[in-house]
């Protein structure tokens, strides 16, 4: 980059050019006031507290938006200068509240700060009488435009960052104000509650409800998505009383979603949490020593040999997930040891792993607003992975292409420069017509694929089977759309793809995840800054309990237990013999189960009940089993079907590592004491392994943990805690020396060369029929996570959304006599659920939608077990209902 040098108070300075006088005098340590700059937001100039005298330049211009030039002379205090700041403030200070000592912001308020620096000690202006209600409608914060200064960096953030645009600058002259459209409540705009404007406030315009000043600040990792958000901490009275995002080195630079920002300290300090171990007797819990817990834990599980099973969690920490499947394979002799992401990303560890040899996401999040193009296709990103999808906004601020494949019009369709609407289920037709059109038309990186790929003969020849007509009768998108979408991924570079459970949660997700890589490899999209094929993790640890051998057929580091070699190095590190046959999968646990062929089941951190297909039958299974123990921090709706419950410790309670869903490893940092007698997850694991006798489990700290793993598992050989200090690493980090891998397959393939794989169309397993003639697709929402086990606990969150939506099309519900917010009937062949209707048109015709978050509305009673043949996950993004309203029928397709 190239620097200047410019002069400022005298003082040579050293710039680099680009940067505003601003800029470079805060670069250098000078001061100079301002109330609306801000090095997230674009040069405003609005305070005109910033203004400076430059030689040879008429007037006193605003140091932020005048470039920094060579050889520039800048005065920053002159009196000229510092007459129009002290006017200024003066003029704010006589519209201003004058309870300083009372406001919440004090001592942190830009304002106070200005005026101090200027020495303002009376106000020779008299104060207005104005006064403006204040609007508390908010649940995490309150606006109060008494405290405004008309900055514009809440309206800016909301525009430039979000994309959102839910407040503006209204109205003119001395009623200028900030307001929402038509100036109601902000509760009824489309703010998302994010409160990146209340961060960014320089005033005490707004305000977190109850804000208090902790004592003391943790640096941890938020325990939602799988984007890896760095947060503090705000520790007081033992209790986590606020939340901030880190800037520094981190995936998010100090942003958070709503639910990151204000959804955690109520749930960590829940009343309902869970204190004391519980035993069922007689059909009831009653409080149990852990002595009584643990012994009989122990002594249950030691009786069933092959005939028990392990599910780990994808919201316990790398650490746990270790201990867990250690000890299902170590103690309990068994490769029956699964977890969630049997449900959610299971065809792409698989389907990756075929077609590059790595199942993870190839690039880095920070890479995405370089993209040239954007291929999101199966994600509704704003909602589920809020914070990259203010990368991809990012990304098309600078020009980027943006293609959004979705059944749904998703909020991330207002940015898109083509939105196709396939028909759930269609996405390998559409994205193979998309790679015949590439072809066909000479668009394909020949170079790439003759020096870095195999088989393309074979897939070429697949091809065939896709011509446009075709995947237009299939997928329901017009065919000069699929061209358009094929040239512009193509001929757009770099370009990335995107992708989420829209993908993988199919009878042929497997497919959908090949035809991605295909895409990509097709293009010559991989292995660099920008491009790759990168599925987004849906909790916080999905990838780090994968990466930990939290899965029936791979110990740790994705090493097979088949493998003979693997077994001996497996043996030697535990000090125990060890099965060499791959285990039951998570869906394949609770059919064994109802066949009664799993007898015991221990269950950490996961609600079955809520989150896996066709819950009736699950219940069912469960039921059949003899003994049944469940680890976790609520009673959960799978937990009161426990014989045993064994409270645990969440993520602010222990020390340990996630893995977020770029394969970055991170701390996570205990911040206040587990409440009552719970504990960690791993520390519970260890003491049931030692109570059965087993050696290896006698970890006194985390960190030890993670030194085991290391030893045995080459991508994690370079990780320590002691690393970790400096920031998160990517793996592959094979050596202590080694600084990670942001990109993977640079030079060459984990496989050595990428395999392009054919492939056909393969429908999903249950379509409309005459008595069932909806499709219902699974959605998560913005407020909720997972099955609420955590979520729902925040009071605010819940105000937000409050209670499970059957999202339906106007033409749909005309056609059944349904209004918007009438009580429906939702039926499928394996159950039946009821909710509020939701007509909207981001839903298609034909396709309904609801999320999965809510126990009043169990949606996942209606979804479809039919199993992927490779991957094993259930198809829970397709299957047949039909909507009623108030459980009578009206209406027919």
């Known amino acids: 980059m190239e620097k200047i040098t410019l002069t400022i108070n005298d003082q040579e300075v050293e710039s680099t050019k680009g940067m505003t006088v601003l800029e470079a005098a805060e670069a250098a340590g000078i001061y100079i006031p301002t109330l609306c700059s801000d090095p997230d937001l674009k040069p405003y100039g609005a305070c005109r507290l910033c203004v400076v005298e430059i030689e040879r330049m008429r007037g006193l211009p605003t140091a932020c938006t005048t470039p920094a030039t060579d050889g520039m002379v800048v005065h920053t205090e002159t009196p000229a200068a510092n007459q129009v700041r002290c006017t200024a403030v003066k003029l704010l200070i006589a519209d201003h509240p004058s309870d300083c000592l009372t406001c919440p912001q004090n001592q942190r308020c830009e304002l106070q700060k200005v005026a101090a620096y200027l020495g303002i000690t009376h106000q020779p202006f008299g104060k207005t009488t104005r006064v403006l209600p204040a609007d508390t409608s908010n649940p995490f914060f309150d606006r109060d435009l008494n405290y405004c200064i008309l900055c514009g960096k809440c309206v800016r953030v909301c525009d430039e960052i979000l994309g959102v645009g839910a407040i503006a600058l209204t109205f003119r002259g001395y009623s200028s104000k900030v307001a929402t459209f038509g100036d109601g409540p902000i509760i009824d705009s489309n703010c998302v509650s994010c409160g990146e404007c209340v961060v960014h406030c320089p005033v005490g315009a707004l305000i977190p409800k109850g804000a208090r000043q902790p004592t003391q600040e943790v640096q941890t990792t938020c325990p939602y998505c799988g984007v890896g958000c760095q947060i503090y901490l705000g520790v007081r009275d033992s209790q986590v009383i606020n939340v901030r995002g880190k800037r520094e080195g981190t995936v998010n630079k100090g942003s958070l979603c709503v639910k990151g920002r204000f959804g955690i300290p109520e749930f960590v300090h829940h009343p309902d949490r869970l204190t004391v171990p519980l035993i069922k007797r007689d059909g009831k819990f009653t409080e149990a020593t852990w002595d009584e817990a643990l012994d009989l834990v122990a002594s249950k599980l030691g009786n069933y040999k092959d005939q028990v099973a392990v599910i780990s969690s994808a919201k316990c920490t790398n650490e746990e997930n270790y201990v867990i499947q250690k000890f299902a394979r170590a103690v309990l002799t068994t490769n029956n040891v699964d977890h969630c992401a049997r449900l959610c ?103 790439f694929i003759e020096e870095r790929c195999e088989n393309f003969d074979a897939f070429k020849e697949s091809l065939g089977s896709f011509d446009l007509d ?20 193509a001929t757009n570079c770099p370009a990335t793809i995107l992708y989420a459970m829209g993908i993988t949660q199919h009878s042929h997700g497997t497919d959908n995840v090949i035809a991605t890589a295909n895409l990509a490899m097709l293009t010559g999209n991989m292995g660099k800054p920008s491009t790759g094929v990168n599925p987004l993790r849906g909790q916080n640890n999905v990838q780090g309990a994968c990466d930990l051998g939290a899965l029936p057929n791979v110990y740790p580091g994705y090493q097979a237990v088949a493998n003979p070699d693997i077994q001996k190095k497996f043996e030697a590190g535990w000090g125990c013999p060890l099965s060499p046959t791959p285990g039951l999968t998570l869906t394949e646990m609770f059919e064994a189960a109802y066949q009664r062929q799993v007898k015991a089941l221990y269950l950490v ?90 050696k290896g489990f006698d970890f006194s700290h985390p960190s030890e943990i993670m030194d085991e793993i290391a030893s045995l598992t080459p991508s994690y050989g370079g990780i320590s805690y002691k690393r970790l200090e400096e920031g998160g690493l990517q793996w592959p980090c094979p050596t202590e020396e080694h600084p990670g891998t942001p990109i993977l397959h640079t030079t060459q393939f984990t496989r050595g060369k990428g395999k392009l794989i054919p492939l056909e169309y393969k429908p999903a397993k249950e379509l409309p029929d005459d008595d069932y003639p909806l499709v219902l697709t699974t959605e998560r929402s913005l407020y ?45 062949r394996r159950g039946q659920v009821v909710a509020k209707a939701k007509v909207t048109e981001v839903s298609p015709v034909g396709v309904i939608a609801m999320t999965f978050h809510f126990a009043e509305s169990p949606t996942n009673q209606l979804t479809n077990p039919a199993l992927d043949p490779v991957a094993k996950i259930p198809e829970l993004k397709v299957c047949a209902v039909r909507v009623e309203k108030n459980g009578k029928p009206v209406g027919g397709n």
């Open 345 to 447: 990303h299971a065809p792409t560890v698989v389907g990756l792993v075929q077609s590059f040899g790595s199942g993870a996401m190839t690039n880095s999040i920070n890479e995405i607003r370089d993209a040239a193009c954007i291929l999101a296709i199966g994600t509704n990103t704003t909602s589920a992975h809020p914070v990259i999808g203010l990368e991809i906004k990012k990304a098309v601020n600078k020009g980027a292409k943006l293609i959004v494949a979705n059944p749904r019009e998703i909020d991330l369709c207002r940015f898109a420069d083509l939105h196709l609407q396939q028909r759930p289920g269609t996405d390998v037709a559409l994205l193979m017509g998309m790679m015949r059109v590439i072809v066909d038309e000479g668009l394909l990186d020949q170079a």
């Open 470 to 489: 075709s995947v237009e009768q299939i997928t329901g998108i017009p065919k000069d759309k699929v061209v358009e979408a094929a040239r512009v991924y």
């Open 605 to 694: 951190g996961e609600n079955p009940m809520l989150s896996d297909p066709d819950a009736n039958h699950i219940r069912e299974a469960l039921d059949r089993l003899e003994f049944l123990v469940v680890q976790d921090v609520f009673l959960t709706e799978t937990a009161r079907l426990a014989d045993v419950v064994l409270p645990a410790a969440t993520f602010a309670e222990t020390d340990g590592t996630f893995t977020n869903t770029e394969r970055r490893i991170q701390r996570v940092r205990k911040a206040v004491a587990p409440p009552g007698d719970s504990r960690t997850d791993w520390l519970i694991t260890c003491q049931i392994a030692q109570r059965m006798g087993s």
């Open 784 to 828: 909720h996570f997972h099955t609420g086990t955590m979520t729902r606990k925040v009071s605010g969150l819940n105000i937000l959304r409050g209670g499970e939506l059957v999202q339906i099309n106007p033409k749909d519900a005309s056609a059944l006599g349904i209004a918007d917010g009438d009580e429906v009937k939702v039926t499928s």
